[in-house]
């Protein structure tokens, strides 16, 4: 008979756990924020929709709310340390923190906010709603557009590895191994 054993509940989510980290951007240039989340899913094919959780009182949650659109930015494994301090650093302390952290910023194609030239994976979004959602608020995005880099083939794992946030400050990537049914 197997065994089960409690998980805390104040943790419970790891066992979702690893997901992929994708850096959310909002704002203009100028005045933009940036954030690593792991807790980013699509939500719907037709109409394309994106969902993100983000807590209220982040910074990039309130250029959100003032911009009405996002980018999801997604970026291989050796970014593993910039991403982490995207997502421990407050925009609220540091202006530009995609200079900040290393990392490079271009014009996006549909929105205000830069993105990330170093990303393997951009998707631009326009705000549908907001859920809340205990400490968090779940933000949709209507998704305006999708780009890759021009070797990546999504689904092929030798080449499109986005970084995968285990918990804390842990992360790993995907492997080459596969199980098809």
């Not at 419970?12 to 100028?30: E, K, N």
């Not at 549908?128 to 794992?157: M, P, Q």
């Amino acid at each position: 008979m197997t065994v089960f054993k409690d998980v805390d509940l104040k943790s419970w989510y790891y066992v979702l756990h690893p997901r992929p980290v994708a850096i959310v951007v909002s704002g203009s240039w100028d005045d933009y924020s940036a954030m690593a989340a792991s807790w980013v899913t699509p939500a719907s094919r037709e109409p394309p929709i994106a969902v993100v959780a983000i807590a209220r009182n982040r910074y990039t949650y309130e250029k959100i709310l003032m911009y009405k659109e996002f980018a999801l930015c997604l970026l291989e494994s050796r970014y593993a340390k910039a991403i982490h301090t995207l997502g421990s650093t407050s925009g609220r302390d540091v202006k530009d923190k995609i200079a900040y952290v290393g990392l490079t910023k271009i014009k996006a194609k549909t929105i205000s906010a830069p993105v990330i030239e170093e990303s393997i994976a951009i998707v631009e979004c326009r705000l549908r709603s907001f859920v809340e959602a205990g400490d968090h608020d779940l933000i949709l995005g209507d998704v305006n557009t999708v780009y890759i880099k021009g070797d990546i083939e999504i689904l092929d794992t030798k080449l499109y590895k986005p970084l995968l946030h285990v918990g804390k400050n842990r992360y790993t990537e995907s492997i080459e191994r596969f199980i098809e049914v």
